[in-house]
């Protein structure tokens, strides 16, 4: 089953609305008149996800392009007394298509569980967003030889009574802690075998084929423009998830081309 390649990016806590529609109109201008991306045929989807107050800005940047535009983070409730966090309504009416949920940086400074992911990505699904949810071992983790096993936990505790059907919402974004924001990325093999080993996992998970086959699973941890064409040639990488790079318009612009050729 081909698998559309989704380009993602995480600007995390840069760009407020004024640089955010700017990074928009300069990622734009990379591809001259013509949309940055393409919906159809075997072209990449784009994405990027803003800051909660950039999303609107960019929402409008964005408008008339193939640039979908997701948010960070969205909690389980439709509404209530949780300061500081945000509902799928309220993402709904900014007008995002996608959510990241679980982001490692979540996990590592806010107390984020496999528990709160799942209930995170239940509500994404609820609102009829697509979600990106994330999993990845840290150092430690990977020289302890837990790879696989804590990536198995992850993945089991964020799909918890997802059923197949909302499979189609769902992408995996697999980002070793090690690799993202250190400028150490995992080689293409390195990667490869975690994908490989979390498609296999989706097959034991669910009876219906198609939720291995068709999800996809993006590689997060400093993709660039000089590393993402042998990242996104290997066979189980559908994409990327991307932090610094995706505030440089032209090293963006060159990951999606990488993406265009895999
Ligand atoms: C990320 O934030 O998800 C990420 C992968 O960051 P970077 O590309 O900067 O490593």
């Given at each position: ?106 996990r590592q400074y806010f107390g984020e569980t496999d528990a ?70 995992a080689s293409d093999e390195q990667a490869q075998d975690v ?68």
């Open positions: 089953m081909a698998r559309q390649i989704l380009i993602a990016g995480n600007w995390k806590m840069n760009k407020g609305a004024a640089d955010g529609a700017q990074l928009i109109k300069d990622i734009k201008a990379q591809f001259g008149a013509s949309c940055s991306c393409c919906c159809s045929g075997k072209k990449p989807e784009v994405l990027v996800c803003p800051t909660f107050t950039t999303l609107s800005a960019v929402v409008a940047e964005a408008q008339g392009s193939c640039l979908l535009v997701g948010a960070q983070n969205i909690h389980w409730a439709d509404q209530g007394a949780f300061t500081g966090e945000i509902s799928g309504a309220m993402l709904k009416e900014c007008g995002v298509t996608h959510v990241i949920i679980g982001h490692s940086e979540r709160t992911v799942n209930q995170r990505l239940k509500a994404a699904l609820k609102n009829g967003l697509t979600a990106v949810v994330c999993v990845g071992e840290t150092l430690a983790e990977r020289e302890a030889g837990t790879t696989n096993a804590v990536v198995e936990r992850q993945v089991r505790g964020a799909l918890a009574d997802i059923s197949a059907d909302d499979m189609k919402n769902v992408v995996i974004a697999y980002e070793p802690v090690w690799a993202i924001g250190t400028g150490k990325v994908h490989a080993f979390i498609r296999g996992l989706l097959k034991t998970m669910f009876s219906c084929p198609c939720v291995a086959d068709g999800t996809r699973i993006l590689y997060g941890g400093s993709m660039n423009a000089a590393n993402a064409a042998g990242l996104l040639a290997q066979p189980d990488i559908d994409g990327g998830l991307i932090g610094g790079a995706s505030l440089k318009p032209a090293d963006f612009a060159t990951i999606i081309k990488a993406a265009t050729k895999a």
